[in-house]
């Protein structure tokens, strides 16, 4: 019988300090998302069909451009395809900066392998361009189809362009206001939401930081700092700071691997825990039936099947309370269990009201 590798993964949160940077951000810095229509050329037969009226459409209206006039109706093409185009810009990116762009089919075309996207307007959610794409498409897989047979391997009808959008204008950054700044913390939390503005106050030597909820933390820029040149220098100085954030007793269970992570808070109360194993075999061999000689009958083949059952020896294992993380691994290791019992363990814990953790099942 094959053996099964127990695993336990177990993240033990050390009580350091560490940035406030790494826990929270300015509020009103943010990533801006830009969006775009655009006609991606160059296909080999594998782009929109003429039941994609749109496409026709940008067709004809991009050649009038060009003082090129064609009647929709005798417009034929199977290299081109509709596409929609996606961008993030980070904030304070300045004209001529170059960002990633995905682009998706729009129409029934099989695929954008070996195309390149025409210069397309990426526009705000103000209705404002932003910055404009344009480039060879990278797909990243194959779909190939001959003889009513397809190979195909990941997505062809979604790609991106590396550095395919140049940045046209800065996107709306905001801030500040009234010379007061927002942090928000990553994770809500009141506890460190109140550290991070007792770290500012203490910092500067004046009460200038106020946590008004679980993640919002107010900060009044002083006024020797209240200048374009020293706000960005204050900004920086309190991101440097360092706090001690707290960490909520939790245990993460993900049921697909058989993977559990245990928080270093989590506790568990004096308990006794039994287990005990179940095998289960079958085993299938073939039955041969002979038929009786000058019967003219015809030999018959069946399976028979037999069940083989073990029950390994029950163990009981009383745990006093375990107040660290490595209390909880040696007395579930001393179990010798395997990853899917753990996870039994721990919801028959959580029952009982032993487990004093918030218990997550993915």
């Known amino acids: 019988m094959k053996k099964i590798l127990i695993a336990l993964l177990l993240i033990v949160s050390v009580a350091n300090a560490t940035r406030i940077k790494d826990v929270a951000y300015v509020k009103g810095v943010n990533d801006y998302q830009v969006i775009g229509y655009g006609l991606v050329v160059g296909l080999s037969g594998t ?7 749109f496409t026709q459409q940008s067709v004809t209206s991009m050649l009038k451009r060009f003082g090129i006039t064609v009647p929709q109706n005798q417009v034929w093409l199977r290299n081109v395809a509709a596409v929609m185009v996606v961008a993030t810009i980070p904030p304070f990116s300045s004209n001529g900066a170059s960002v990633d762009v995905v682009v998706s ?14 210069l397309t307007d990426l526009i705000g959610q103000d209705g404002k361009i932003y910055a404009t794409a344009q480039g060879p498409i990278s797909v990243g897989g194959f779909d190939i189809r001959a003889a009513g047979t397809e190979v195909r391997r990941n997505f062809t009808t979604t790609g991106r362009i590396p550095n395919g959008a140049l940045v046209q204008q800065s996107p709306p950054v905001d801030f500040v206001s009234n010379w007061v700044l927002t942090l928000v913390l990553s994770q809500e939390d009141f506890t460190t939401a ?35 040149d020293k706000l960005v220098q204050f900004i920086a100085q309190v991101e440097s700071l360092q706090v001690v954030p707290d960490v909520v007793a939790r245990v993460v269970i993900n049921e697909r691997t058989g993977t559990v992570v245990v928080g270093q808070n989590v506790t568990i109360l004096p308990v006794a825990i039994s287990h005990g194993n179940l095998n289960i075999e079958i085993q299938a061999y073939p039955v041969i039936s002979q038929p009786a000689p000058f019967s003219q009958g015809q030999t018959v083949v069946t399976q028979a099947a037999t069940a083989q059952v073990t029950q390994g020896e029950n163990s009981m294992v009383a745990i006093n309370g375990a107040a ?8 579930l290791n001393s179990l010798k269990v395997r990853p899917r019992d753990i996870i039994a363990i ?17």
Do not use: C
Not at 47 to 53: A, E, L, N, S, V
Not at 105 to 118: I, P, R, V, Y
Not at 346 to 362: S, V, W
């Open 47 to 53: 782009g929109d069909t003429r039941m994609t009226i």
């Open 346 to 362: 721990f919801q028959a814990l959580k029952a009982a009201g032993a487990l004093k953790a918030e218990l997550i099942i993915m």
């Open 324 to 331: 660290t993380v490595q209390d909880i691994a040696t007395a």
């Open 194 to 228: 109140s550290r991070v503005a007792d770290a500012i106050n203490q910092s500067i030597g004046s009460r200038i930081a106020d946590a008004i909820d679980g993640a919002n933390i107010t900060v009044q820029v002083p006024q020797q700092f209240q200048s374009k």
């Open 105 to 118: 089919s729009m129409g029934d075309a099989t695929s954008l392998q070996g195309g390149a996207l025409l």
